[in-house]
């Protein structure tokens, strides 16, 4: 089987790595005013190359900055926009682990005015990126999708003064999402990921009911997340691979959503114009491949059948039989492989070691070369 050229690669990663000590020490002592932002990005950009090099000698084709410079995969982003606020939650969060469930209340972001985008967001750091990976090597940037500033709050979380329609609310959120696309790819970016957890979680029969109680009808919202989707990509270079990665939520080991993709499958690969998916599929609770068969020609899933939820090392011949499982519903040249989700969603959380973090992304890029051959 022919190697890819262009993304997403045979073997990719989610996008976040387990920071070393002194990046996780930096950002506490930055939020705690013992550090200006400045020395806190001074060394975090002293500790990206290295993971740079790390995923390149590893043989990753893409690599990403490990997400180190940010406290968390969505808040620095979101907040980047004009008129996002961080505010308390009036919706407890379920997060289960194999021990039982923990209910959590971790503040949302309500809309206060009208969005904006006065200065890039990400921009510099994919610059950054760019600078120190190696001529072969694409770099690759991921950002929070533009639903998270729906979901969890719903329409009262959004100032009806500024909008008094929602659909007001989404129009500004695909344009100022759209602006800060078109710098990243006038800066070169053309590998972007979008993280979307609201799509899992309308795989969840508990998360569907929570979307009822705010007034929304669970399968419109789909329609609805599908067209923000929709609008966020449109105008962006056609050489420009954008990915949605599917996510159930990931923090130390624990998880937010159960359910496999079928009440959203159809929308998913066949409605929404991304080039590829990264699918979690380390678990039961993402269910059967069947719902891989609305994947359209000239598209790829990534299957995260590596989990980062546990240290514990699948084997390469557990990996291939579930490869082979996909290989039933989408042709294998479809196909590639990942971790389930990035290894780090913020500075705390972590599921593993960093040696452990290693052998998994190894075993990615091994079992991807025995597979497809590249």
């Not at 800060?180 to 979307?196: K, T, V």
Request: proline content about 6%; overall charge negative; charged content about 25%.
């Amino acid at each position: 089987m022919s190697a890819r050229s262009t993304p997403p690669f045979r073997a990719d990663q989610v996008g976040s790595l387990i920071r070393p000590d002194n990046v996780r020490q930096a950002r506490k002592d930055f939020e705690a005013g013992k550090i200006t932002e400045e020395a806190l990005k001074t060394l975090q950009r002293e500790a990206i190359p290295g993971v740079v090099k790390l995923q390149e000698d590893i043989g990753f084709k893409a690599v990403t900055d490990g997400e180190y410079n940010r406290g968390g995969w969505q808040r620095d982003f979101l907040l980047g926009f004009e008129n996002v606020k961080l505010v308390p939650s009036k919706v407890p969060v379920r997060f289960h682990k194999a021990d039982g469930v923990a209910l959590q209340q971790p503040p949302t972001m309500a809309i206060t005015g009208k969005l904006s985008r006065r200065k890039p967001i990400f921009v510099e750091d994919f610059k950054f990126l760019k600078s120190v990976v190696g001529p072969k090597t694409t770099p690759k940037i991921t950002i929070p999708s533009p639903t998270l500033l729906h979901f969890r709050g719903g329409r009262d979380a959004i100032d009806s003064v500024a909008y008094p329609t929602i659909e007001e609310f989404y129009a500004d959120l695909a344009r100022v999402y759209r602006e800060e696309i078109a710098d990243l790819a006038a800066e070169g970016c053309r590998y972007l990921q979008i993280d979307e957890t609201n799509l899992a979680y309308l795989c969840d029969p508990a998360l569907r009911a929570h979307a009822a109680s705010l007034g929304e009808d669970p399968d419109q919202l789909l329609r609805t997340y599908a067209k923000l989707l929709n609008d966020t990509m449109s105008g962006k270079p056609d050489d420009m691979v954008i990915c949605i990665h599917l996510c159930r939520g990931n923090y130390g080991g624990a998880w937010v959503a159960e359910g496999g993709y079928e009440p959203v499958a159809e929308q998913l690969l066949s409605t929404i114009n991304a080039n590829g998916y990264f699918m979690e599929y380390d678990s039961d609770r993402a269910g059967g491949f069947e719902p891989l068969r609305f994947l359209p020609k000239g598209k790829t899933v990534v299957l995260g059948l590596i989990t980062t939820k546990n240290g514990a090392l699948e084997t390469k011949d557990q990996i291939k039989r579930r490869i082979d499982e996909a290989a039933k519903v989408v042709p294998l040249d479809q196909l590639a492989l990942s971790p389930q989700c990035g290894f780090a969603s913020g500075i705390e959380g972590m599921a593993m070691t960093i040696d452990q973090e290693i052998a998994k992304l190894k075993l990615v890029v091994e079992t991807a070369r025995d597979v497809w051959g590249d």
